[in-house]
């Protein structure tokens, strides 16, 4: 099946521990988002990427990093410097092609021990 | 981005025809109205797009105002699996647009 897949699905993080959320899509998706969840609230974006080895800054970008060295491939590291890294994450993916919709995948759960 | 209002919470019948407004009376020309809807602890769904026709999918239709300052998705026949949280989303058609996604509206499908 065509998709984009999040893992792992939960995934703790000890004080000071950077830790990097997979996303993968086999869409042939051109772009790429990171977005952030906070309980009851809407999506925040982190960072986006629009081409292999480019990627921007969105809303909230501070204490996180990503890279795009595959089309397919758009991970996101959380540091030690996010404070507050307790959250869902998605990721989502869409065509370069005008009106299509992103497609969002099933999210990681990050907690802090 | 123009920003949308939808009512926080609303209820519906099993089988019943669900109506979920939403108004954006800043949207620009270039604009298109999406909707998604997340079920607990899931991604969002996407469900349905328009510009300024009215659309059918096989989940839901969407029906745009003339003046496209408001929109309505409808869910023909909810079901209990229907229950989420909908989100209506305007936004300029182009990859490195984000979606913003507001407060959306709670949708509880009742037997």
């Known amino acids: 099946d065509g998709g984009i897949t999040q893992s792992p699905k939960y995934l703790f993080r000890k004080e000071g521990q950077n830790v990097t959320l997979s996303c993968e899509q086999n869409l042939n998706h051109d772009a790429m988002y990171w977005y952030r969840q906070d309980p009851g609230q809407g999506l925040r974006l982190i960072y986006y990427?629009?081409?292999?080895?480019?990627?921007q800054k969105g809303d909230i970008a501070e204490g996180y990093s990503v890279s795009r060295e595959k089309k397919e491939s758009f991970p996101l590291t959380v540091t030690s410097a996010q404070k507050n890294p307790t959250a869902f994450y998605l990721c989502?993916?869409?065509?370069?092609?005008?009106?299509?919709?992103?497609?969002f995948g099933d999210g990681t759960r990050l907690s802090i021990l | 981005d123009a920003k949308t209002t939808q009512p926080p919470s609303m209820d519906c019948a099993e089988g019943r025809a669900a109506n979920l407004p939403c108004n954006h009376s800043?949207?620009?020309?270039?604009?298109?109205v999406y909707w998604y809807r997340q079920i607990h602890s899931q991604g969002p769904q996407y469900i349905i797009h328009g510009l300024k026709n009215n659309e059918t999918n096989e989940m839901a239709s969407l029906i745009i105002t003339e003046d496209r300052k408001s929109s309505t998705l409808i869910l023909p026949h909810a079901t209990l699996r229907d229950t989420a949280v909908y989100y209506c989303?305007?936004?300029?058609?182009?990859?490195?647009?984000?979606?913003?996604f507001g407060g959306g509206t709670r949708v509880l499908v009742k037997p």
């Open positions: 990427s629009q081409i292999v080895n480019d990627f």
């Open positions: 989502a993916s869409e065509s370069l092609n005008s009106n299509q919709p992103q497609h």
């Open positions: 800043t949207i620009s020309g270039n604009e298109y």
């Open positions: 989303i305007v936004r300029v058609a182009a990859a490195g647009n984000k979606l913003t």
